[in-house]
């Protein structure tokens, strides 16, 4: 089978390299890739130099190099209508249709789509007018959320803590007069714990991945901005059974429906990030059409099934026939990245203390690329978040000691890594 895989993140590097691991597997594309993909020890992963929003020049490439299946890691090609483009030039490509990826490209339909179907979500207001959203703010007072209703690259959301700060938020997003294209969510601010729930989905099933949770804020003890995320970890304690279970009735089923009777079948990795109550109800924050990054990163590492015959099960509407199997040990990833992140990252420094991806047996590291290049033999930064790493151990904490030993390895001026990725697993919620 040959795989082509869209995006250059860790989390394209990390279903790359799971893909390779596939029997079968001849060759695994990743267009446009990174350093990482770029270095596959196996030969078996090689780059595509094609941008993932090229999406004529990916059905050129997919036709030249008989692609068997096509999965697509980052958003913005599937809010685009990757999907779409693939079905009609007749290649199997998995991820949702453009109609359907709207639950993450817009998240005035999603909160939308959640009150209809009455799926538990925070209360919030859609707005397009600064006046009014200010208005609002006023009135519901703070800490509150803004969200950008487009995509965001995963920044679009700011939680303010102060009236001043939610305002701010605002007027940064809507301009003073309305413009027909600008708009924004203004949300309560829920209380509890946040987790990602990602399942596979073929139109009518959802098979759901390992519990994981991420950490968004760039800051050791959840402070400072919201980032793409800066770690992750699986499983996550906070999904507990009963809970697994709420959320799959509540939630995951209903959505499943809900965007099936209004024409939409979801096909494709749904990512729901949730925030867990103290008394354990769960609620939706977002809905992302992919698989999430950094998660993908150490899901992946603990997945033992074959990722692309999944999918193919998944576009033949046959995910009741499959089942997960998964490493018994814990996964954990920690993000390091560029000077100045989230901000305007500075890029072309020079990463030392690299290496390939590695696996030990018992003792496993592995190093998953994101913003990464290649130039006169040496590999450059080249985005905000710079590489994964990834550790695993039979608890929580062994993986988070393995990743820590292996990430402490790697340097580059300005070099930023929170240390302490996991810590609720270890010590519980503040």
Not at 186 to 196: D, F, I, K, P, R
Request: hydrophobic share 40%.
């Amino acid at each position: 089978m040959r795989v082509l895989i869209v995006g250059s993140g860790g989390r394209e590097h990390a279903l790359a390299w799971r893909c390779a691991q596939s029997p079968g597997i001849e060759q695994v594309f990743v267009a446009p890739g990174n350093a990482g993909t770029a270095q596959d020890p196996r030969g078996v992963i090689r780059n595509l130099p094609i941008a993932a929003d090229a999406l004529e020049a990916l059905i050129a490439a997919a036709r030249e190099q008989r692609v068997d299946l096509t999965i697509v890691g980052p958003e913005a090609p599937l809010v685009a209508g990757i999907r779409d483009r693939f079905d009609a030039a007749g290649l199997r490509c998995f991820g949702p249709h453009a109609a359907a990826a709207q639950l993450e490209g817009s998240k005035s339909f999603a909160k939308a789509f959640l009150a209809r179907h009455r799926i538990p979500t925070a209360r919030y207001r859609s707005f397009s007018d600064r006046r009014d959203a200010i208005a609002y703010v006023r009135a519901e007072g703070a800490p509150i959320v803004v969200k950008a209703d487009g995509l965001a690259a995963g920044k679009g959301v700011v939680v303010a803590d102060t009236i001043d700060e939610a305002i701010a938020a605002v007027e940064a997003r809507l301009p003073e007069q309305p413009d027909g294209e600008h708009r924004i969510v203004v949300e309560e601010c829920l209380q509890g714990e946040e987790a990602s729930y990602i399942c596979i989905c073929d139109g009518t099933r959802a098979l759901p991945f390992a519990s994981s949770q991420d950490h968004k804020r760039l800051l050791d003890g959840d402070r400072g901005p919201n980032t793409g995320g800066m770690g992750a970890y699986s499983p996550a304690p906070v999904l507990s059974p009963a809970v697994d279970a709420q959320v799959m009735r509540d939630i995951v089923e209903p959505t499943l429906g809900g965007m099936r009777a209004e024409g939409h079948p979801y096909e494709g990795f749904l990512y729901v990030g949730l925030m867990i109550s103290p008394t354990g109800e769960p609620k939706v924050i977002e809905f992302n059409c992919r698989f999430g990054d950094p998660e993908a990163q150490p899901i992946m590492a603990r997945l033992q099934s074959d990722l692309p015959r999944l999918c193919l099960a998944a576009l033949d509407g046959q995910l009741a026939e499959q089942r997960l199997t998964w490493d018994p040990r814990a996964a954990l990833a920690v993000v390091l990245a560029a000077a100045n992140y989230p901000q305007q990252p500075r890029t072309g420094d020079p990463i030392e203390g690299l290496g390939t991806i590695e696996s030990d047996g018992e003792a496993a590291a592995l190093v998953f690329h994101a913003g990464t290049r290649r130039e006169s033999g040496q590999v450059l930064t080249s985005g905000g978040r710079v590489l994964s790493v990834v550790g695993l151990g039979a608890t929580v904490a062994d993986a988070q000691a393995r990743a820590y030993e292996r990430a402490r390895r790697i340097s580059w001026p300005g070099r930023q890594m929170r240390a302490d990725i996991g810590y609720r697993a270890l010590v519980g919620p503040d």
